[in-house]
């Protein structure tokens, strides 16, 4: 089998640390080899963020509709400098598995997007806790349907049970 080339491997880390890269990507992260590569992508803060606004989106009353909101997030995918941190907001979005049929609100389904943007290379206990006061998450769970004395336990259950520590 041949050896891979110092490209072909940045190549390949650039597939699993984001969503593969353009030529002119590849030779970016190539210029420091592939050390430098990892140390880049690890040092995700570094990089600016993606610079588009959720405004720039809105219709003629100032809504979002849920195609623009999901055009905001491909944007963001497509123009990161933080690759890792995106590819991890995508895993943690398919775990906390949320959809916008039912929360039917484009602008809650962004902030959830953003929350886990937030946590996404940080500590399980810190996103857990964060995405437990998410709007979109609350009302994924049904958790709005709380009242004094007949509680909802769809929200308690399914945190423990899909999100955290499996069933049983």
Request: overall charge negative; proline content about 3%.
């Amino acid at each position: 089998m041949a050896q891979l080339t110092e490209r072909e491997k940045v190549a390949h880390l650039l597939r699993r640390f984001g969503l593969g890269a353009s030529e002119a990507e590849l030779d970016f992260y190539t210029r420091d080899g592939l050390r430098g590569a990892i140390d880049r992508l690890l040092d995700v803060r570094s990089a600016p963020e993606t610079a588009v606004h959720n405004d720039d989106f809105a219709d003629k009353n100032g809504q979002i509709q849920l195609r623009s909101a999901q055009g905001i997030w491909y944007l963001r995918l497509l123009g990161t400098q933080r690759p890792l941190e995106e590819k991890m907001t995508v895993f943690w979005h398919n775990h906390f598995a949320t959809s916008a049929e039912k929360v039917s609100s484009p602008i809650a389904m962004l902030h959830q997007v953003d929350t886990l943007r937030e946590h996404a290379l940080g500590r399980f206990e810190d996103l857990l806790v964060a995405i437990s006061k998410d709007p979109a998450m609350i009302y994924w769970l049904d958790n709005q349907e709380n009242v004094k004395g007949k509680p909802n336990e769809n929200f308690g259950r399914e945190v423990m049970e899909l999100f955290t520590m499996g069933i049983g």
